[in-house]
């Protein structure tokens, strides 16, 4: 199911962001000239009725064609949203991918502004395709009932996640977020 209704947008960002640099999912240490990075995701403590991670990480280790020296984005979903976890690692790849794409020339604030814009596009996509599977229910979790599943696409409640966005220019650690409370926030820091 997840494999089909996101595999258009993962791969797309596979191929596009593969040129920038080493590409990680999920776990991963890699070192710079100056900087150690880490990143792991896992389903966390035993929780009732869960049993899918519903976070995502990406890393991107840059192989000097950008000026970004290396990328991490960490997406956590939404345990109460419908097939959040493809929401999630969703996000990370496109995030990924605008962040590299977005000229060289625009701000670190600018970047992440059009990362986040083109990672909500995507998601809204996946809900568009959702909305004309109402009647097919090629996607349907097996376990939800088709009244649940009409009901939850209607109110437009699937994919939900945060994202964090950090990165590296050789000189700087930039840091954007989009926090859960549904808002639309950016906050880009320079530490």
Known sequence: MSAEIDADIIGKSKERVSQYGIVYENTAHFSTDSQRVSLHTCIGPPQPGKSINEDAVLGVKGNGTSAIEWVCAIADGVGSSLLSQIGSRVATWVAITSLFESSERTSPRKRADIAIAQTLAAIRTLGETLKEDVSELRYKPAYLP????RHI?????CFQ???CLVWSDHRSIFIASVGDSGA???YVTVI
């Open 146 to 149: 088709a009244p649940a599943y």
């Open 153 to 157: 696409i209607n109110r437009q409640t």
């Open 161 to 163: 996640t945060t994202l």
């Open 184 to 186: 639309l926030k950016t």
